[in-house]
Nanobody, 119 residues
């Protein structure tokens, strides 16, 4: 599985961005998908994940109510809609594909896209 992110950039606090991840391969619909992020000097953290059928979704507490993850299995795409962005959302955002049982376990990673939120 190869993953390519797009949609990052610079935005003012309170603004919105939509990240997109295009996946190659015929197994996309069988993979859970997720987004992680890593801010400078911090560990990589899970932002959101969605099961293969889209029926199970989890969010980090820090983004609940502001971010929405969705997927289009026909287009092999997963989206992360981010609203009410805060400076602390500044990070490199990584798309990933994995499995989702009791929790989400990423296996394949994209190269990442930078999101910068100015105050």
């Amino acid at each position: 599985v190869q993953l390519v992110e797009s949609g990052g950039g610079l935005v003012q606090a309170g603004g919105s961005l939509r990240l997109s991840c295009a996946a190659s391969g015929s197994t996309f619909s069988r993979n859970a998908m997720g987004w992680y992020r890593q801010a400078p000097g911090k560990q990589r953290e899970l932002v959101a994940a969605i099961s293969s059928g889209g029926t199970r979704i989890i969010y980090a507490d820090s983004v609940k109510g502001r971010f929405t993850i969705s997927r289009d299995n026909a287009a092999n795409t997963v989206l992360l809609q981010m609203t009410s962005l805060k400076p602390e959302d500044t990070a490199v955002y990584y798309c990933n594909a994995g499995t989702y049982s009791l929790s989400y376990y990423p296996t394949f990673w994209g190269q990442g896209t930078q999101v910068t939120v100015s105050s």
